[in-house]
């Protein structure tokens, strides 16, 4: 299994609607209420819009696409990219998404319309991940050219190059006040950038394997970062200092997250564990177990109160975030899971599958 496809946390006029495009609603019995069905290869990731109302599904099949989420109608399909969409993300007011492809691009659509709106141009190879500032005023974008770059949305032109890694960057992310971003890379390193000038502030040097992924705390005090060596670390973001090692996971830890009022730490690993940290002391908090195979993805819920993770056995399970006891389990019909997310208001989540299918399920 490519690690980069577990790690990961959408050229031309978009078409409403598709042959093969179904929303097939069902009972919330225990099997999906909404099934997401039109791609034609595996999901790269599946995401709700910032008011709940849409989902955007990332694919192999070069496209990207946007749902209704209640009743899972295919309201665009976005084609024009050359090779597998990586990721595809809402701008904070929900009104254009941002997509990172393989052919070494960006893409910028309105989700009203699905028109192309812009197409950023300039990596020397493959996008790993694309992502807007919270204000929406600029997107960063990570590549295996060895540079982030962040651009400005409206005109298509390049603002910095972040320059500086030594292998891929694998991922890349803004701080809350979109001032900074933080960049992981398989130089099994991590770096923290200014956003504006694009200059480099602290690289995060420690890690003795690939970083697959980086998150700033909700005040923007912290980072933290997740690593094949088995560990994640905690960060002084103003100095790029190390402040924890979290260790205890037995295999590659592939994201990292802090919760949402940032007094802990959320990872997954290849272990086929989630685990929870105190994000000040580093103490091992509450371990998940009972997937069967690697966990490739893990999230808070809104509110903070549950998780929901996602494993290439076949599974999602949402869990209490106090006690790690387990809330439910969804069966995603036989097929690994790619990523699994919460909807804004907390009652449904959404998985994205190798199958190409993308389901939800009420979990109330």
Same mark, same amino acid.
């Given at each position: 299994m490519d690690m980069h496809k577990i790690a990961?946390?959408?050229?031309?006029?978009?078409?409403?609607?598709? &042959?093969?495009?179904?929303?097939?609603?069902?009972?919330?019995?225990?099997?999906?209420?909404?099934?997401? *069905?039109?791609?034609?290869?595996?999901l790269a990731c599946a995401g709700f819009s910032p008011d709940g109302t849409k989902i955007a599904t990332a694919s192999s099949d070069k496209t990207a696409r946007i749902w209704d989420a209640r009743t899972g109608a295919q309201l665009a399909l976005l084609s024009g990219h050359g090779e597998s969409v990586r990721s595809a993300k809402f701008s904070p007011d929900g009104k254009r998404l941002v997509t990172a492809s393989r052919d070494g691009t960006a893409r910028i659509w309105d989700v009203s319309s699905g028109v192309l709106l812009i197409t950023l141009s300039g990596h020397g190879e493959m996008l790993e991940y694309a992502a807007f500032s919270s204000n929406g005023s600029r997107v960063v974008t990570a590549s295996r050219d060895t540079k982030a770059t962040i651009w400005n949305p409206e005109t298509g032109a390049a603002v910095a190059d972040l320059v500086g890694h030594r292998g891929p960057v694998m991922y890349a992310e803004f701080s809350p006040d979109g001032a900074k971003v933080v960049t992981a890379s398989s130089d099994k390193t991590a770096k923290l950038w200014d956003a504006g000038s694009g200059a480099m502030a602290a690289t995060l040097e420690g890690h003795m394997g690939i970083v697959h992924s980086a998150a700033f705390s909700p005040d923007g005090r912290k980072i933290a970062t997740a690593s094949s060596d088995k560990t994640a670390r905690i960060w002084d973001a103003a100095t790029g200092k190390l402040s924890q090692v979290l260790a205890g996971h037995e295999r590659a830890v592939t994201h990292v997250e802090f919760s949402p009022d940032g007094t802990r730490v959320l990872t997954a690993s290849?272990?086929?564990?989630?685990?929870?940290? +105190?994000? %000040?002391?580093?103490?091992?908090?509450?371990?998940?177990?009972?997937?069967?195979?690697?966990?490739?993805?893990?999230?808070?819920? &809104?509110?903070?109160? $549950?998780?929901?993770?996602?494993?290439? +056995? *076949?599974?999602?399970?949402?869990?209490?975030?106090?006690?790690?006891?387990?809330?439910?389990?969804?069966?995603?019909?036989?097929?690994?899971?790619? %990523?699994?997310?919460?909807? &804004?208001?907390?009652?449904?989540?959404?998985?994205?599958?190798? +199958?190409?299918?993308?389901?939800?399920?009420?979990? $109330?």
């Amino acid at each position: 299994m490519d690690m980069h496809k577990i790690a990961a946390f959408c050229l031309g006029l978009a078409v409403t609607g598709g &042959p093969g495009a179904t929303g097939d609603v069902r009972a919330a019995t225990g099997a999906p209420a909404v099934v997401l *069905k039109g791609h034609e290869g595996d999901l790269a990731c599946a995401g709700f819009s910032p008011d709940g109302t849409k989902i955007a599904t990332a694919s192999s099949d070069k496209t990207a696409r946007i749902w209704d989420a209640r009743t899972g109608a295919q309201l665009a399909l976005l084609s024009g990219h050359g090779e597998s969409v990586r990721s595809a993300k809402f701008s904070p007011d929900g009104k254009r998404l941002v997509t990172a492809s393989r052919d070494g691009t960006a893409r910028i659509w309105d989700v009203s319309s699905g028109v192309l709106l812009i197409t950023l141009s300039g990596h020397g190879e493959m996008l790993e991940y694309a992502a807007f500032s919270s204000n929406g005023s600029r997107v960063v974008t990570a590549s295996r050219d060895t540079k982030a770059t962040i651009w400005n949305p409206e005109t298509g032109a390049a603002v910095a190059d972040l320059v500086g890694h030594r292998g891929p960057v694998m991922y890349a992310e803004f701080s809350p006040d979109g001032a900074k971003v933080v960049t992981a890379s398989s130089d099994k390193t991590a770096k923290l950038w200014d956003a504006g000038s694009g200059a480099m502030a602290a690289t995060l040097e420690g890690h003795m394997g690939i970083v697959h992924s980086a998150a700033f705390s909700p005040d923007g005090r912290k980072i933290a970062t997740a690593s094949s060596d088995k560990t994640a670390r905690i960060w002084d973001a103003a100095t790029g200092k190390l402040s924890q090692v979290l260790a205890g996971h037995e295999r590659a830890v592939t994201h990292v997250e802090f919760s949402p009022d940032g007094t802990r730490v959320l990872t997954a690993s290849t272990d086929k564990t989630a685990r929870l940290w +105190d994000s %000040n002391s580093g103490a091992l908090l509450v371990s998940l177990i009972g997937h069967d195979r690697a966990v490739s993805h893990a999230t808070f819920s &809104p509110t903070g109160e $549950q998780i929901v993770t996602s494993s290439l +056995d *076949k599974s999602v399970r949402v869990w209490d975030a106090k006690t790690g006891s387990l809330v439910a389990t969804f069966s995603t019909d036989g097929s690994e899971v790619q %990523n699994a997310a919460f909807s &804004p208001d907390g009652k449904r989540i959404i998985a994205a599958s190798f +199958d190409g299918v993308a389901r939800i399920w009420d979990i $109330q």
